[in-house]
């Protein structure tokens, strides 16, 4: 039942709120639900705490972005071939990193996502410091650009993104690789004795989230038309996809998109009712809402709901 | 004429490294003992340069003579930070702990933003701030030479303090086994204490001894922290030794390592280093897990 009504409240949602403005809180809630869902796979399911995934967000949106503006292919086309660069950056990075545990694993991870923010700050042909402008085509569906204050299209465009990734992620929980993640996650020793290949399991994991990180990389370029290594290539990206997975809660189907849309709503609340000031109140508001949501709950929403269902039955 | 060049670079590189060591020292002893990395080191250390800025801007108290003052007080900040916060997560899932610091340090660095503006400040004429050391046609600036002294002198009083005194041995019987350190009678609770207010003093010594060469800013703690987390997992977790010799080891990659591909990618380069290092020892360089 409540699934439904999910899916009834987004698919009005922007036929009730017609001002740009919520609109666009909309499609930052399911851009962001999307990156989460995906970090959720790696993070939550499998359990490697990986700290980099700004590193496919930024390949999705270059890759689409540079070939846009270089060669002329169509952004669809870019987001596919974003997708597959990102699948081919994930094996190489999970090659280099999946020996490592905890700690050493997560730190890995911030280092190489430095260093490919490194490269791409000192690369002109990517567009250096300055970022890259993506140029402006004919609105439509096909040029993956609408234009004017009317943000449904985009809205629409990014819940049936977020909608895939949902349906992917409740099929791998039932199926045979959703029990190998959730196997590895609890003991990679046991699950490796009983003879699941974990180093397999752990690269299909970061393949599948790298996937639609990337995805979710190439609507942010189209929606916003400049990226720049500051804004797609920066560990604060990483950190909050992954902080709106352990807000909502970790390892399960909505947990992800529950963290979102919490953790959007008060930065947005913070910002307007706090924010260009310019004196970072809204920021100081939400690092203590982070750090108290994570002491006292540190089994996120989906944990309190729990909680409170048990209480009552 | 190169060779000067690189021989100024080894030489400021491995003065620096003694204070990325100092820093990573810190942070060491509190995963070793207290099992968790603080993700806001890095704020910390620019809370302590902040207090020895304002000792000297308000007080006139040169950052070396102060030294005490951001010593006792980010000892104490991180007593308060680990009664009122991480106390409550020693046994929650990594993640959580992970966030809790990592919200502490979105906080601590928006509030020296909120409060002293996103400017760079500096101290002006410190006791050693001009002073500089010849070496033949290479230079060795005071303030690094003292800084270097200081986190050396502090690594030595830390290393005798664990190796050698009664409460160091108690402190590493609890990074050993929290429990079976509690059932000798050793109070675990003071211990963890006392590697969160020593962790943390030894970031208010290395903000101190910065503060004379180096301009603090609310952001300085991202790369300072970073660096910090590199080096102690590059040193291999839980060794405090380890630490301060990859602190040195940083210090030195990034200063060569930006004079021979580019400032630019002084620090990418200890990244790279670091993957190397643990693609071959995962544990790190004298880790014990």
Redesign the interface.
């Known amino acids: 039942m409540l699934p439904v009504a999910v899916a009834v409240i987004a698919l009005v949602y922007p036929k009730v709120f017609r001002l740009p403005y919520p609109q666009h809180v909309g499609v930052l809630v399911c851009m962001n639900a999307l990156m989460a869902v995906a970090w959720n796979i790696t993070g939550g399911y499998t359990g490697q705490v990986a700290l980099g995934n700004t590193v496919f967000f930024g390949i999705g949106a270059y890759t689409s972005s540079l070939l846009l503006r270089d060669f002329g292919v169509n952004p669809w086309i870019g987001m596919l071939a974003g997708m597959a660069l990102s699948m081919i950056a994930a094996v190489v990075l999970g090659y280099t990193t999946f020996r490592l545990r905890g700690y050493y694993f997560t730190i890995a991870c911030i280092a190489l996502a430095e260093i490919v923010s490194a490269i791409v700050v000192n690369t002109r042909r990517l567009g250096g410091a300055v970022g890259v402008t993506v140029p402006i085509r004919e609105a439509s569906l096909i040029n993956f650009q609408f234009h004017g204050t009317n943000k449904a299209p985009y809205y629409y465009t990014i819940l049936t993104f977020l909608a895939i990734a949902l349906l992917v992620v409740y099929k791998m929980e039932r199926s045979k690789l959703g029990y190998y993640f959730r196997a590895i996650r609890e003991d990679e020793d046991g699950a490796r004795a009983l003879g699941v290949n974990a180093a397999q399991y752990k690269l299909i994991a970061f393949m599948m989230s790298a996937l639609f990180t990337s995805m979710a990389g190439t609507f942010y370029a189209q929606y916003v038309m400049f990226i720049d290594p500051m804004s797609v290539l920066a560990q604060p990206v990483s950190v909050s996809m992954c902080l709106m997975a352990v807000l909502g809660g970790l390892g399960t189907l909505w947990g992800p998109v529950l963290g979102a849309l919490t953790l959007i709503g008060i930065s947005e609340a913070t910002r307007v009712t706090l924010g260009g000031t310019g004196q970072a109140v809204d920021l100081m508001l939400y690092g203590l809402l982070v750090m108290l949501f994570a002491v006292f709950q540190p089994k996120g929403l989906m944990g309190m709901f729990g909680r409170l269902k048990a209480r009552k039955e | 004429m190169t060779f000067e060049i690189l021989a100024q670079a080894v030489i400021n590189g491995i003065l620096m490294g003694f204070v990325f060591a100092l820093v990573a020292v810190g942070l060491s002893l509190i995963?070793g003992v207290a099992q968790i990395?603080n993700f806001a080191h890095g704020e910390f250390l620019m809370l302590g340069m902040y207090t020895a800025f304002w000792m000297w801007a308000l007080f006139r108290l040169d950052p070396l003579v102060s030294l005490p003052i951001s010593i006792g007080a980010l000892g104490l900040l991180g007593v308060c930070v680990y009664k009122l916060?991480t106390k409550?997560?020693l046994d929650?899932?990594?993640?959580?702990?992970?966030?809790?610091t990592?919200?502490?340090?979105?906080?601590?660095?928006?509030?020296a933003?909120?409060l002293w503006s996103p400017n760079s400040r500096m101290v002006q004429n410190s006791l050693v701030g001009d002073l500089r050391v010849a070496l033949g046609k290479v230079y060795v600036g005071a303030p690094q030479l003292v800084a270097a002294a200081g986190a050396i002198l502090a690594y030595g009083v830390i290393h005798w303090l664990v190796e050698k005194t009664e409460i160091g041995r108690a402190m590493m019987a609890t990074a050993e086994d929290r429990d079976a350190a509690s059932l000798m009678g050793i109070n675990t609770e003071q211990m963890y204490t006392l590697a969160w207010a020593v962790g943390s003093a030894c970031v208010g010594l290395a903000g101190g001894l910065l503060t004379t060469f180096y301009p603090v800013e609310p952001n300085i703690g991202?790369v300072f922290g970073?660096t910090a987390?590199?080096v102690i997992?590059l040193g291999g977790?839980g060794s405090i030794k380890g630490a301060f010799a990859a602190g040195i080891i940083v210090g030195l990659i990034q200063v060569v390592g930006g004079f021979l591909i580019?400032p630019?990618?002084k620090?990418?380069v200890v990244?790279?280093v670091?993957?190397l290092v643990?693609?071959i020892r995962?544990?790190?360089l004298l880790g014990k897990y």
């Open positions: 995963l990395i916060i409550r997560i929650a899932p990594r993640l959580t702990q992970i966030f809790a990592f919200g502490l340090s979105i906080f601590l660095r928006s509030m933003q909120f991202l970073t987390s590199v997992a977790f580019g630019a990618f620090f990418a990244l790279v670091y993957l643990v693609a995962p544990q790190g």
